[in-house]
Nanobody
């Protein structure tokens, strides 16, 4: 089982940027496809972005496409989410997740979750 710890959340004004990080431990990080999800208060958790184990393919939700970028550094066992042009509707707890299907980008294939990091975007 892989353990995941997110960091980098905070309070930012609309139009600003944040970079989230997710550090993995417990199993070889390079085995896993990685994803980011978010859950706003009162809403269900939703998919944000995913990246394959080798970092060559990515997939984004329409709501963040062109503003967010997912990347990974397998040498550092870390996946990142660069968030630009943030909007108040991006406010949520952001979770990273892992899939043992190394090349999947399908949101339903992610099964291991971190504890989340809060992102708040003020208008």
């Amino acid at each position: 089982q892989v353990q995941l710890v997110e960091s980098g959340g905070g309070l930012v004004q609309a139009g600003g940027s944040l970079r989230l990080s997710c550090a993995a431990s417990g199993r070889p990080f390079s085995w896993y496809a990685m994803g980011w999800f978010r859950q706003a208060l009162g809403n269900e958790r939703e998919f944000v972005a995913a990246i394959t184990s080798d970092g060559r393919s990515t997939y984004y939700a329409d709501s963040v496409k062109g503003r967010f970028t997912i990347s990974r550094d397998n040498a550092k066992n870390t996946v990142y989410l660069q968030m630009n042009s943030l909007k108040p509707e991006d406010t949520a707890v952001y979770y990273c997740a892992a899939s043992s299907l190394s090349y999947t980008l399908r949101p339903t294939d992610f099964h291991s979750w971190g504890q989340g990091t809060q992102v708040t975007v003020s208008s």
